[in-house]
Structures are given as structure tokens and as C-alpha cells.
């Protein structure tokens, strides 16, 4: 399989973690969001939205971080599972991942990043503001969330989905110097599955473009 990946993206970063932790070997295509390479035709014309990640399966290409690595688990159910057993177990997993990815991510990323300082001139303190103030808010419904859930991961033993969503997020927060002391869950989560090989590779200094 050949992944269309940028190093720092949050949503190629997921899709590394669970091409690790199910064991699926992979090839990546570095596309950089910094050169615009996401906007050059030859990237426009696998996936047309000139967003990262894009999987080649060999046979079709996928985009959408989320339904890549659902779609990963689905296709190779030989290998570790990262959702849990049971339908309401994985809907509240699933829940805990779409918070990320769905509410907190779009509001953080590059291109609206860019856009609040190239196109409406804010300046580099409002857009500090403007991240943290996102990130604040998602980590603190995800904290209580999570706070008696009395597991290493965030729904068990074992990494899951929540996990593979959370951790990129996390590094992100770092990047942008969030402090992160009224979230000692979600920064005990983040060191567990830190310490695992999955992750550990997957981690953007450790990516192959780095």
C-alpha cells in the first residue's frame, strides 16, 4: 500500500498508527503541505479535495483519515483490531474519536490556520489564541469524559480508535505550546500509547519525509 502523507498531519499521522498497529506493510509518498504539493494537479487528480492522507490500496484510492482506518480494520480482521468488541463499545469509541476529528481537528489545521493569516490578516498572538481556545475546549469534554474510565487507553487495555485520534491531536497541542495540566488523563493516555512501537514509528519524528 503507498500513503499520501505529510509528516505533521494530524490525519496521515492516524492513518501511520494503525497501518503500525495492525502490522500492514506500507510505502509512503510525502506530499508537502508547507511546498503546496497537496494543490499541484499530480496529487488533485489521485485525491481531488487536495487533502492528506490518501491510501492506494492497489486497487482503489481512499481518502478521509476516519474511513481509511475503519476500512483498514475491516480488510485485514486477522490483525489487532482498533475498535472494541461489541456495538455500543464501539460507538462510544467511535464518539470519542469524532470529537477529535470531527470537532476539534477541522478548526485547527493548517489551511485554517492560513487562511485566518494570509487571507484575514490575523496576527500570530489571535491565531495562538484562536488554537488554544479550540483545543481548551475539546480537551476538557474529552477529560471528563474519560477521567474514571480507570484504563490505560481510552476505552481499555488496548489502543483503540479514540487513541489513534487523540495522540496526533496531543502532539499538536505540544507543537503549539497548549498547557496541558488540567488534562492529566488525556496526557497519561498519550504517554502510554507513546511507549509502544506502533506509535513510537508513526510519530512524525520518526516519519520517513523528517
Sequence with gaps: MKLYDYFRSSAAYRVRITLNLKQIGWESVPVSLLKGEQSD????????????PALDTGEHILTQSLAICEYLDEAFPDTPSVLPAGSLARAQC???????????????????????????????????QWYHHWLHKGFAALEQQLKHQGTPFCCGD?????DICLVPQMYNAKRFNLPLSDYPTLVAIDKACNELEAFIAAHPDNAPQA
Design 41 to 52: 494537479p499530480s496529487y488533485t487528480d489521485i485525491a481531488p479535495a487536495g487533502l492528506v
Design 94 to 128: 467511535r464518539s470519542l474519536a469524532y470529537q477529535v476529528g470531527c470537532d476539534i481537528h477541522p478548526l485547527n489545521n493548517l489551511r485554517v490556520l492560513k487562511y485566518l493569516t494570509n487571507e484575514l490578516g490575523v496576527y500570530e498572538e489571535q491565531k495562538q
Design 158 to 162: 488496548t489502543p483503540t480508535l479514540a
